[in-house]
């Protein structure tokens, strides 16, 4: 899309302080690094950085144009008259305006995926099935938030017919703002457990900030319904709009697991009843809660109108999101399960409840990093985690942080022998330690909050 100042003047409900309206733009850009020619640059200001600071870079750069908010415009001077400036109340809000103008000038059905686990992955599930017969627009990596969701849709060109947009939150409000700017027509809640209790004080708030991703449908939009959500379900009764169910457990489910699931180092495989069919679907990720979002993805992919052969076929050509239950071989038989990406409680249960159905009769070992974000309820869910450990059959723990001395905790409470938990200061010390227990067919699991960068433990056994 071609802008103008003009249009960027409009969308935002900014003023004018330099410049000429009817200037030619050639994108929007949030990052002075990457500007080129013409573009327009808005300045964020961010928890570590001020976009505001770089204002000179990207005149620089030969910025078409600046956004800027009222504290971070020092004069025309500076810059004396080389670029458009646009001053907003705020940035932010602006690149969301930006977004949802762009957004309105394409005829593009979107669907929107939300919810405490499993967003990123169901979103890739759906993306691989609608691939095979649309052009779609998804969110790269972790661009789920109020910066990456605008980004994603000032993206959008004509050749796109729909997108498969992930929206996280960590604070109220933040939803009703990314589903302005998205409007979609789909609406998956994948689930709700206890995540960014912090910003979301109880799991009452987390219901209602994400339950808006359903009450911004519009009337003839769909909602896609967790069965298996206790806290969804009657959030879900009081919709007008349609709605299609999901289960791994309800028949009565549109969409609904058929039988029991195996599980192996290739993957996991199971049945499925779409809409009364039944058919065999081969997964290439490991884990019931992989399952279920694979589940998830075949409801909304329902909803839009996909065969029941072509949601079979993409979930089959599903490839493991990085750092989300990605698998890697170890000698003698044994298996890395990487989900080092991030981490709570119910999406550590299910990687701890995936290693010890995976792995039989083989040695078992998992790698806790510890949850953040949890407020004063973190010790008593770190505590809760090692006791699963234990009553999982878990053989080995290596923790890490702080909290992660209460997994460990937890576990020997429960019953499991001292000698078999250990907490480590660092990662190199959990290097150690699995070197010194031998790798030779265990079942590794590597799990923790993003802060905890628990990949570094992936690439040192991964380098040995």
Not at 237 to 252: A, I, M, W
Request: glycine residues 10%; hydrophobic residues 40%.
């Amino acid at each position: 899309m071609t802008w103008t100042v003009g249009d960027v003047l409009a969308a935002t409900e900014g003023r004018l302080l330099q410049g000429d309206a009817g200037q030619v733009l050639t994108g929007i850009n949030t990052d002075s690094r990457s500007l080129e020619k013409g573009e327009c640059f808005v300045a964020l200001r961010g928890e570590n950085h001020d976009g505001h600071d770089f204002l000179a870079s990207a005149v620089n750069r030969r910025a078409g144009a600046l956004v800027v908010d009222d504290r971070g415009w020092q004069g025309p001077s500076l810059f004396h008259g080389k670029v458009a400036v646009i001053q907003v109340s705020d940035t932010l809000e602006a690149l969301g305006a930006l977004a949802r103008h762009h957004r309105r000038l394409h005829a593009v059905t979107v669907a929107g995926v939300t919810g405490s686990n499993g967003k990123t992955s169901t979103r890739e599930m759906v993306s691989s099935i609608l691939s095979r017969n649309h052009r779609v627009l998804k969110n790269h990596g972790n661009f789920n938030n109020l910066v990456g969701v605008p980004l994603t849709l000032l993206s959008l060109t004509p050749e796109h017919d729909v997108a498969v947009v992930e929206m996280g939150i960590n604070v109220p409000g933040e939803m009703s703002r990314l589903a302005a700017m998205a409007e979609p027509s789909v609406g998956l809640i994948t689930n709700v457990h206890p995540a960014h209790l912090e910003g979301l004080r109880s799991l009452e708030d987390i219901v209602r900030e994400k339950g808006l991703l359903w009450k911004k449908l519009p009337p003839e939009g769909t909602a896609i319904v967790n069965l298996d959500d206790e806290r969804l379900v009657p959030l879900a009764g009081e919709l007008s709009c349609r709605k299609v169910t999901f289960s791994l457990n309800n028949p009565r489910a549109d969409v609904h697991l058929r039988g029991k699931v195996n599980m192996d180092e290739k993957g996991s495989r199971f049945s499925l009843e779409i809409l009364g069919k039944s058919m065999e679907v081969s997964l290439s990720v490991l884990g019931l809660h992989q399952v279920r979002n694979a589940v998830a993805a075949a409801a909304t992919c329902t909803a839009l109108g996909e065969s029941a052969d072509t949601i079979v076929a993409g979930i089959h050509g599903h490839e493991p999101v990085r750092q989300r239950m990605q698998t890697h071989r170890l000698p003698g038989e044994g298996l890395l399960i990487d989900d080092s990406y991030n981490a709570n409680p119910a999406s550590m249960l299910a990687a701890l409840e995936t290693l010890a159905a995976g792995s039989g009769s083989r040695p078992s070992v998992a790698v806790l990093g510890e949850m953040r974000e949890l407020g004063e309820t973190g010790p008593a869910l770190h505590t809760q985690m090692g006791h699963d450990v234990f009553r999982l059959g878990i053989e080995r723990l290596i923790t890490l942080g702080q909290l992660g001395k209460c997994i460990g905790e937890g576990a020997i409470a429960a019953g499991m022998d001292s000698s078999r938990c250990i907490h480590a200061e660092s990662h190199e010390a959990i290097l150690n330690h699995l070197k010194s227990m031998g790798m030779d067919g265990i079942w590794v699991l590597v799990k923790g909050s993003r802060g905890m960068r628990m990949e570094r433990v992936v690439e040192g056994i991964l380098a040995q």
